[in-house]
């Protein structure tokens, strides 16, 4: 069976993480499926947003240690690896991450790479790497401590503990924690509220909160005021603001 399960509902394509046996381990291979996954997404016009998942027990245990333990210093500074996480970045449509369970090292990386992560309340989040003599490297340092601040994220980089779903909540790296078993539906029914939103406004939406982290505000606003600017262009802002003057549902077409 493949180790990566591709599922469509309507507008939300779900990713199912199913390697069981290495507890969802990312290995390049399939690191490689989730980038050709989105790749095929982001230009499919039927669907509006991703939701990736694992089992109930384990989001996914991080990199795939077995994998890695081959692997010297020149073998790691030629890995495809950051190559096939900037593509994972550069999908352009909603990702949530439904989380339940372990989300360890490169796991918890995937989740933060999201832009909404929904958890179970069996939900671990951590960041193990210390304990292995490396530290995280698919982001880890950078996306936890812009997401939990400093106080959390060098705690949990320093000690490599992990932190149950409601202190990630708290802390700001969850949106919602749901009881384990329903954390799926209850992700599949947030993206499919989201993906009827006009496709252009949700890129450009997704677009503008990424930059919030990578530019000053006054770029920041200059970004955001541009993009604003562009979707007045778009048909779909036509009839998203008629529909609501006509009381009646906004019938979105991607232009
Ligand atoms: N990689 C490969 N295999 C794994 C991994 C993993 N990360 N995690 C578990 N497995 C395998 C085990 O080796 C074992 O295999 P086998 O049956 O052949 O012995 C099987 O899964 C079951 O493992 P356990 O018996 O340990 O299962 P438990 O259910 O008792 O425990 C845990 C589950 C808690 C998830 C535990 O397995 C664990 O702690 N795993 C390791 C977690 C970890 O340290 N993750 C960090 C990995 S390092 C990383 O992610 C760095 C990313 C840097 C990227 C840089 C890119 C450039």
């Known amino acids: 069976m493949s180790e990566l ?7 939300v394509l779900t990713l199912t993480l199913n390697r069981p046996q290495a507890r969802n381990a990312l290995n390049n291979a399939l690191l490689e499926q989730i980038a050709q996954a989105l790749e095929v997404a ?21 990199a795939d240690l077995k994998e890695m333990a081959s692997r010297d210093m020149p073998a790691t500074l030629n ?9 994972i970045e550069r999908f352009n449509k909603p990702l949530l991450a439904a989380v339940n369970g372990y989300a360890l090292g490169a796991g918890c990386e995937l989740a933060m790479l999201s832009d909404i992560v929904l958890a179970g309340d069996n939900a671990r989040f951590g960041l ?11 982001g880890g340092t950078q996306r ?3 997401s939990v601040g400093k106080a ?9 503990e992990a932190i149950t779903a409601e202190q990630a909540q708290q802390a700001g790296l969850v949106a919602d924690v749901h009881p384990c078993a329903l954390t799926l539906e209850y992700a599949q029914n947030l993206a499919a509220r989201i993906a009827q939103h006009a ?25 955001e005021r541009q993009l604003f600017t562009l979707l007045a262009a778009t048909e779909d802002r036509q009839e998203g603001i008629n529909a609501f003057l006509e009381k009646r549902p906004a019938a979105f077409k991607g232009r």
């Not at 399960?5 to 507008?11: D, G, P």
């Open 152 to 160: 959390l994220a060098y705690k949990m980089v320093l000690t490599g």
């Open 42 to 62: 982001q230009q499919d016009e039927t669907l509006g947003a991703v939701v990736i998942t694992g089992n109930e027990r384990f989001f996914a245990a991080g």
């Open 128 to 138: 193990p790497e210390i304990t292995l003599g490396i530290m995280p490297g698919a």
């Open 199 to 223: 496709p252009l406004a949700l890129q450009a939406a997704k677009t503008a909160l990424r930059q919030a982290h990578e530019l000053s505000l006054t770029h920041g606003l200059q970004q």
């Open 144 to 146: 936890l401590i812009r």
């Open 79 to 87: 890995d495809p690896r950051p190559q096939l996480w900037a593509r």
């Open 5 to 11: 399960l591709i599922s469509q509902n309507e507008r």
